[in-house]
């Protein structure tokens, strides 16, 4: 069954939908020998030929896994600035595996790790709503009003505006307040500079729920083999 070219790539486990895209305009792709020229083109990923840079892609099975990130330790594929990635945490799995929305070194918690491109966009671009809970503590006595104005959303924070979300005030004390934040969106650093607008800055900030899947009692620095229907 004929499909877009952009979901075949992202099938394969090879990249995200956007990232084909990108792969396209590049001129790095190809079916069955021709330089693919149009976003819209349509394969069979069962006859059709597709090469990505003159080497063939293999539809890999399907692999899915949560890690429990512990703090100090970068998403990236690469080693950056002597920085540990999140991949150093895991046995050798001959696998291509990518990690599908990204927590920041100073931030820990639940991170999914997959070779489902397709995967990665349904539960990572803003339109789908997926939803995301994080475990936060951020420095000072939380007015009311500064949790509203957050939680309302519209926040300018480089060029765009942030979405509304919901915040639940676990404790609240004198020099410190603990809450819950789940969100829709997750953009670079986004809950440390939403904070950083009502003058508040992030203490501890942990993902503990993303879509369906609860981190549970997974150990800091542990892994485990997840299904897709625990995700979405």
């Not at 099975?61 to 330790?73: A, E, I, Q, S, T």
Request: aromatic content about 6%.
């Amino acid at each position: 069954m004929k499909q877009r070219i952009n979901k075949v790539i992202a099938q394969s486990g090879f990249c995200s939908r956007r990232n084909a895209d990108a792969l396209i305009l590049a001129k790095k792709v190809q079916v069955n020998g021709k330089l693919v020229c149009s976003l819209g083109i349509l394969v069979d990923p069962a006859v059709d030929k597709v090469s990505i840079e003159k080497k063939c892609l293999s539809l890999e099975k399907k692999v899915y896994l949560m890690l429990h990130k512990p703090v100090g330790f970068i998403t990236s594929t690469k080693s950056q600035h002597y920085a540990q990635t999140v991949f150093s945490l895991l046995p050798r799995l001959g696998l291509r595996l990518y990690p599908v929305g990204r927590l920041d070194k100073n931030t820990s918690g639940l991170l999914i790790l997959t070779n489902d491109g397709d995967l990665s966009y349904q539960i990572t671009h803003p339109k789908f709503e997926v939803k995301r809970v994080y475990d936060v503590v951020v420095r000072g006595y939380l007015e009311d009003n500064a949790a509203r104005k957050i939680s309302k959303g519209g926040l300018a924070i480089d060029d765009y505006l942030t979405s509304p979300c919901v915040i639940k005030i676990i404790k609240k004390m004198e020099n410190k307040t603990n809450l819950l934040i789940t969100m829709h969106e997750g953009r670079k650093r986004q809950i440390r500079r939403m904070f950083s607008v009502v003058k508040h800055s992030v203490i501890v900030l942990k993902r503990i729920r993303f879509g369906k899947l609860d981190l549970g009692g997974l150990e800091q620095g542990k892994w485990k083999y997840i299904q897709k229907e625990e995700i979405i």
